[in-house]
């Protein structure tokens, strides 16, 4: 939108095109746009006041170590406290990039001067403190910033908590096939999370992308901790690998289901080639769930249009197939002609989607 005008008859066509029931709040639209025009800059600056703000934190920090005033576990408590309640204040009360990195940034270290000060021995106790610092954060202030990391560390507060008491990476396959299951929901009843108003609304887009790195994160972590264990005769990891590959599986399918009603593939000609190869990718990668996971993550988002977790997705796959083809335990002749044949495929698949585009369509 270049100008004010351009927003006003954009809304008045949004307004024109819907019943008659359909409002738009006219005065908050101009706010929010006038807010991304004030705070529109270029990234290259945006960078650059980040890690110039981050860098000022750490050295005020480094400051306040070098005169001993952290020594004391009771200083840092008040500190820690101080840097919490003042990272709020700020982030609740102004909306600039600038502020909400310094905010964020004491708000890091608050908490880690405010655990580090309780001198809490017990891992139990630690991940349940972080546990509940990100979730009063999170019901205190919803910015997408400050709610996206304390999703994460909620998230991973429970991870840890469960793996750290009982290390059965099974439990850690059940959390991600919840993660992955809540993320389908969400992108699924879009509209109907958001017409609700509430917390979660509030937060929804810091939470699909939570959700997004979060499952990512974690199959990347059981993935690692079958390597790690590979060579163990009762190997739980080995059998958690598989079955979230199976479980990837299915939802791959599945979405490619809504994906083929949604278009109104019906043919065989076109269906059976593409559930063949689905199935063909998937059964050879099974050792690796990680392209499983990215390929879910590719579709479903674009099912629903989500950018931002296909932009992650693709990123994974990448990833994925690297470390895949890194651990492969054939001769490098072999793997050169899986390189090969992996190129040819992809080539394939792009000239049968540009040979059957109509003229007019977009990508």
Request: with cysteine.
């Amino acid at each position: 939108m270049k100008n004010k005008q351009e927003i006003l008859n954009k809304i008045e066509l949004l307004s024109k095109g819907n019943e008659p029931n359909f409002q738009i709040n006219i005065n908050d639209t101009l706010t929010a746009y006038q807010h991304l025009e004030e705070n529109r800059s270029n990234l290259t600056i945006k960078i650059l006041s980040i890690l110039g703000v981050i860098l000022s934190v750490l050295s005020f920090l480094g400051a306040l170590f070098l005169l001993n005033i952290l020594n004391d576990k009771l200083n840092l408590i008040i500190c820690g406290s101080i840097f919490l309640v003042l990272s709020l204040y700020c982030i609740k009360k102004y909306n600039a990039i600038i502020i909400d990195t310094a905010s964020i940034a004491f708000y890091i270290a608050g908490g880690w001067m405010l655990i580090y000060g309780f001198d809490i021995h017990d891992l139990n106790y630690i991940f349940i403190l972080c546990f509940i610092i990100s979730l009063c954060t999170l019901l205190i202030v919803q910015r997408h910033l400050l709610s996206l990391l304390n999703i994460l560390g909620i998230i991973y507060s429970i991870i840890a908590l469960i793996n750290h008491n009982y290390q059965n990476i099974l439990f850690i396959t059940l959390i991600n096939a919840i993660l992955i299951i809540t993320l389908i929901y969400f992108l699924s009843h879009e509209a109907a999370v958001l017409s609700k108003r509430n917390l979660i609304s509030t937060i929804y887009n810091p939470l699909r992308l939570g959700l997004i790195l979060a499952t990512v994160a974690t199959t990347a972590f059981i993935i690692l901790s079958h390597y790690e264990t590979y060579n163990e005769q009762v190997n739980n990891n080995s059998f958690a690998l598989y079955i979230l590959s199976v479980l990837y599986a299915f939802a791959i399918l599945w979405v490619v289901y809504k994906i083929t009603s949604k278009f109104e593939i019906t043919t065989s000609k076109v269906l059976f080639p593409t559930y063949a190869l689905l199935i063909l990718m998937l059964g050879s990668t099974v050792i690796n769930p990680g392209i499983a996971c990215s390929i879910l993550l590719i579709l479903t988002c674009f099912n629903y249009q989500y950018r931002m977790g296909l932009s992650i997705g693709l990123i994974s796959l990448l990833l994925s197939l690297w470390h895949f083809y890194y651990n492969l335990t054939f001769s490098l002749l072999i793997k050169s002609l899986i390189l090969v044949i992996s190129g040819l495929l992809f080539l394939a698949i792009y000239f049968v989607i540009n040979s059957n585009k109509i003229n007019n369509e977009k990508i």
